[in-house]
């Protein structure tokens, strides 16, 4: 009998320990279907509290980026006027054009050298097909060099500031409409005269990264290769007829050289004995005269007379 009263109330205990872990089961799986709303709820709040951050730091797609392309490309050929105009020919096939042309080329013997130097824009989107073709239109390639920046940021940037930056300048109008005294006037018309300067130069600003953007940059030279020059030797003559022959042509340019000078002196020999006669007629007409006047012959003194005889007393 003691042994039934046990078993039934361990058969109630358990009776009660299932029926307190069913029901916490219950609230369990209860508040795991209410967290999915929670959550729903809290991302939409997270996304309409940070809208502001999200137009400051966007999520660009990634195959949809903004991309500078910049290249420089030089070539060789022995005919660099013509690769240049072919090249020319290319960048107008593929939607570009040549935005500067420089030719330095000149022809020795029939040997052509210089270069020339082209600056193409070529739609980014055929910007390898016009370096292929490039390189294709030459002998040999040189040197490449090819660089690419980024700037889909900066884009998204200038395009929110633009967009913020023409609300502000669309508000400051309205208030000029609405301003009934000459102070406001003045300050409204300077504040959208400065703040519709800054909104042309992030217009400007983004046209230029968009025309870059558009269109890549390839600096193409096109060069004729160098001609190895011999160096001078020895260009004397080789035998004694072309010593002879050598000498005689210099004997005879000496004398060509100094009738030459003869014949530009002797105009001026009347000159030079003219002035001769003026110098030299008076020296000697000097000395002549010197000579025939006889020269003056120094006094002697006289002799003393003898002393008188003295009378004797």
């Known amino acids: 009998m003691r042994n039934l009263r046990i078993s039934i109330v361990a058969a ?182 400065e703040r519709e300067g800054e909104l042309a130069s992030l217009q400007q600003q983004l046209a230029d990264l968009e025309d870059q953007v558009a269109l890549s940059t390839i600096t193409f030279t096109a060069s004729a290769p160098d001609v190895d020059v011999a160096e001078p030797g020895y260009e004397g003559p080789d035998s004694f007829w072309d010593g002879l022959v050598a000498g005689s042509k210099g004997a005879l340019s000496f004398l060509v050289g100094l009738s030459v000078v003869i014949g530009v002196l002797l105009p001026f020999l009347p000159i030079a004995a003219l002035v001769a006669a003026a110098i030299i007629v008076p020296i000697r007409w000097r000395a002549k005269r010197r000579q025939a006047i006889p020269p003056v012959s120094p006094t002697r003194p006289l002799p003393a007379a003898p002393p008188l005889p003295r009378e004797r007393v």
């Not at 929670?38 to 660009?60: H, I, K, L, R, S």
């Not at 107008?92 to 193409?120: F, I, P």
């Not at 040197?143 to 929110?160: I, K």
Request: aromatic share 4%; net charge negative; with cysteine.
């Open 12 to 193: 109630a205990a358990a009776l009660l320990l299932f029926g307190c872990s069913s029901a916490g089961s219950e609230d369990s799986s209860g508040g795991s279907v209410a967290d999915p709303e929670a959550a729903d709820v809290d991302d939409g709040a997270a996304e309409d509290g940070g809208g502001e951050t999200g137009a400051a730091d966007p999520q660009v797609d990634a195959g949809n980026r903004d991309v500078i392309y910049e290249s420089s490309l030089e070539v060789s050929d022995a005919d660099p006027d013509r690769v240049a105009e072919e090249a020319w020919a290319l960048a107008e096939s593929l939607g570009g054009y040549v935005s500067a042309d420089e030719r330095y080329l000149t022809t020795t013997d029939g040997t052509v050298q210089g270069s020339a130097t082209m600056v193409l824009r070529i739609p980014s989107e055929h910007f390898q097909e016009a370096m292929d073709g490039l390189t294709a239109l030459a002998e040999s390639e040189v040197r490449r060099s090819v660089t690419t920046e980024d700037v889909t940021e900066a884009v998204v940037d200038l395009e929110s500031y633009i967009a913020t930056k023409t609300a502000s300048v669309a508000r400051v109008r309205e208030l000029l409409a609405d301003a009934d005294t000459v102070a406001a006037i003045l300050e409204l018309e300077s504040e959208l005269a």
